[in-house]
DNA sequence: CCTCCACCGGAACGTGAGGAGT
DNA sequence: ACTCCTCACGTTCCGGTGGAGG
């Protein structure tokens, strides 16, 4: 015990730690450089320049999966904005950030907006985060912009999931804000949206969509060669001279990103990943051994979270499968996992749901990757789904355990 | 070739919680 | 305080179906 903590210490003693600085693995962090998006900054750039002499540029919307560079480039550029006009001596456009996954709410939006710019309630104290009238919040934003000539840029990231909660609020929020340009006397705003949802523009009132897509700009996936080019830039800076035992390790890394759609945010993850495991095993090299485990750590990582963020009906359903499982069968079927379904819930004291809706649920669950199923038909014998489990028993059964409410009955099940 | 099992999965409807408007 | 909507979650009802066995 005492021994390899004893090794450990010594490295970050020697000064001899994997990383130098491993935030810059990090999502948040905006590099120096972006390479491969040289296209995307020049639209986005060229878009925005007009702020620079003091013209209200036109609102754009950026497209791609995750993990293709959308917000690290629309950040970039705007600091890059910023600090031109700072250079030059003229008054910056007032840049904004909000992530529309985290603030949700009209209200919210608002307010998130009026703190960044510093509008103030008209005695000067902060913008309360609830109680106001929405219309109120939005003068007070009005107000304050137009005290004086602004530009104000808003990235709205991730506007899709505003919409995919509630269509019609989130058509609101983006009609009250681009509309809000007709409103104000000396100032300007212009919106970009970033969406990670190709199909977002579909659910999109029309008259959102008109002035929200003046601008539009894709961000394609990373392929394999690009994806190392990122990493690469990013290990100079990242780890310690040495710290990467070759390069294998990066096209590695590289490769396994790629598959996953080319995400150079999941490629930075598991690197990071890697290098945290070799840092705790106390070995100075990170090598593809790590980054093979880190992948793994991750795949655990996210099963965990998603098993124990189920609601308890689904995990019940999951439970039986487990249990039907644990006896050895390899195949179950849909009646079969419905009868053990009743008894968990029995026993749960919980709602038996219907089978039509345990039907549901089990395609939920594969859905999520947990299960695996394939309607067959058994001829005689009815037409159903062949169940599997997708993970190894054991991962299921320690996650499982974990509720205190199926913990209890895992051992009366079994018994 | 036909039958008929045991479920699939679509559709319409019921219910209660939570928000927005008034 | 009140109504009106919308949503998520469930239920009921039911037509549909691949293929083993007759």
């Known amino acids: 015990m005492e021994k390899p903590l004893d090794k450990l210490f010594d490295k970050f003693l020697q000064g001899q730690a994997i990383f130098r600085q491993r935030n810059t ?63 030059s001596g003229i008054t910056p456009p007032l840049a904004t950030f909000v992530n529309c996954r985290i603030v949700g709410t009209n209200y919210r939006v ?11 309630m008209p005695d000067g104290s902060e913008v309360p985060f609830t109680g106001l009238p929405t219309d109120e919040i939005r003068s007070i934003l009005k107000k304050k912009l137009d005290a004086e000539p602004n530009i104000l840029v ?46 977002f523009k579909e659910v999109l009132d029309p008259r959102v969509l008109s002035t929200l897509g003046e601008e539009e700009v894709i961000f394609p996936p990373y392929n394999a ?30 490769a396994l990103a790629a598959q996953e759609h080319g995400d150079a945010r999941r490629a930075l993850d598991l690197l ?11 070995d100075e090299q990170v090598s593809q051994e790590h980054v093979r485990e880190a992948q793994k750590v991750i795949e655990r990582d996210t099963i965990t979270e998603t098993v124990k963020t189920l609601p308890l009906q689904s995990k019940a359903v999951l439970f039986a ?3 039907l499982a644990s006896e050895g069968k390899r195949d179950i079927f849909t009646g079969e996992c419905y009868n053990v379904y009743t008894e968990i819930a ?34 005689r014998y009815g037409r159903t789904k062949k169940i599997r489990l997708a993970i190894g028993k054991r991962q299921i059964g320690t996650i499982l355990d974990e509720d205190v409410r199926l913990s209890k009955i895992s051992k009366e099940l079994l018994a």
């Open 25 to 87: 693995l990090r999502p948040t962090y905006v590099p120096e450089d972006l390479p491969y998006r040289d296209e995307q900054m020049g639209r986005i750039g060229s878009i925005l320049g007009p702020a620079l002499r003091g013209a209200p540029p036109s609102n754009i919307l950026c497209y791609g999966k995750t993990g293709t560079g959308k917000t690290v480039v629309a950040k970039y550029v705007l600091k890059l904005l910023v600090s031109k006009a700072e250079q």
């Open 346 to 379: 029995k026993i749960l004291s919980i709602d038996t749901l219907t089978q039509r809706r345990i039907s549901d649920l089990i395609s939920e669950l594969d859905m999520l990757g947990l299960i695996n199923t394939t309607v067959i038909s058994k001829g």
């Open 110 to 120: 608002l307010k998130r907006l009026c703190d960044q710019i510093g509008a103030t």
């Open 225 to 254: 060669v690009e994806l190392k080019g990122i990493l690469q830039q990013r290990v100079k800076i990242a780890f310690n001279e040495g710290a990467i035992s070759d390069e294998g390790v990066i096209n590695l890394v590289g």
């Open 321 to 323: 499968v487990y249990a």
């Open 272 to 282: 990071r990943t890697a290098g945290e495991l070799a840092e705790r095993r106390g």
């Open 154 to 199: 808003v990235v709205l990231d991730e506007v899709d999931s505003l919409v995919k909660r509630d269509v019609n609020q989130g058509n609101d929020i983006l009609y009250s804000l681009t509309r809000m340009n007709s409103e104000l006397e000396n100032s300007r705003i212009s919106i970009i949206g970033i969406s990670n949802d190709l199909k």
